[in-house]
């Protein structure tokens, strides 16, 4: 509770002027990154709250022993993050800068003639992001 009120704190201290009552998506994007963030750094902690590495968790001292199991946790948190920030960050950045068509109703030369919905365009560039990044890594 504590990591959300503080990144919605962030994001509204932060946040443009122009963006606030628009762009609910990425705002969220952005909160729950935020949060992504502070939990990865609070499962330290946990960990060593939960005595992981106590000798007697091994069977015959189990008492101490937190019963969390904590490689579960930091494999969740170490594939969310690439997925967070190779998928999902770049797919709202992409969504959010999508043109619809309707810059300026009636003034623009129609930018886009096939007329692709946002949320397609979005995909398309998200998959090319994700080609570049597995031809690099």
């Keep these: 509770f504590i990591l959300l009120v503080v990144s919605v704190y962030l994001l509204v201290y932060y946040q443009h002027p122009d963006d606030k009552n628009d762009a609910y998506f990425p705002k969220f ?7 992504l963030a502070g939990a990865t750094a609070l499962l330290l902690p946990l960990d060593v709250a939960n005595n992981d590495g106590y000798a007697g968790c091994d069977g015959y001292n189990t008492k101490l022993c937190g019963g969390l199991n904590m ?12 997925c967070w920030v190779f998928v999902t960050i770049p797919f709202s950045s992409f969504y959010y800068e999508a043109d619809d068509g309707m810059l300026m109703a009636g003034t623009s030369v129609d930018p886009n ?25």
């Design 29 to 35: 994007v952005v909160i729950l990154g935020i949060m």
């Design 71 to 82: 490689e579960l946790f930091w494999s969740i948190f170490f594939w969310l993050i690439p």
């Design 113 to 137: 003639p096939v007329r692709k919905s946002r949320l397609l365009q979005a995909l398309g560039w998200t998959f090319a992001t994700l080609i570049v990044i597995v031809i690099i890594f």
